[in-house]
Nanobody, 115 residues
Framework: QVQPVESGGGLVQPGGSLRLSCAVS????????LGWYRQAPGKERELVAE???????DYADSVKGRFTISRDNGRGTMYLQMNSLKPEDTAAYYC?????????WGQGTQVTISS
């Protein structure tokens, strides 16, 4: 089964930083628009950041100015740099193709912000 593999999550204090990584196989990685999603308990999964093949990025208002999405086409890897983390950022984070269409969903990586 082809699916993304997320890593880099963990437990950090408010105001801290974390960098997530995502490996995606079975696609034309360099041509795909990619995104990071998150889902907190009892809430719907939401798209928080995306990056086009040309490098253009977009962010949800809740993370704008704090998160940075990037990609390394040579390694087939995408990243999410998260700074100034808040308790409300606590969620399972997932990566996937936004366009042309998603792959199967991976296991995600848990991010917990707590003092």
């Amino acid at each position: 089964q082809v699916q993304p593999v997320e890593s880099g999550g963990g437990l950090v204090q408010p105001g801290g930083s974390l960098r997530l990584s995502c490996a995606v196989s079975g696609i034309r990685f360099s041509l795909a628009r990619l995104g990071w999603y998150r889902q907190a308990p009892g809430k719907e999964r939401e798209l928080v950041a995306e990056i086009r093949s040309g490098g253009t990025t977009d962010y949800a208002d809740s993370v704008k100015g704090r998160f940075t999405i990037s990609r390394d086409n040579g390694r087939g890897t995408m990243y999410l740099q998260m700074n100034s983390l808040k308790p409300e950022d606590t969620a399972a984070y997932y990566c996937n193709v936004v366009f042309p269409y998603p792959t199967s969903w991976g296991q995600g990586t848990q991010v917990t912000i707590s003092s």
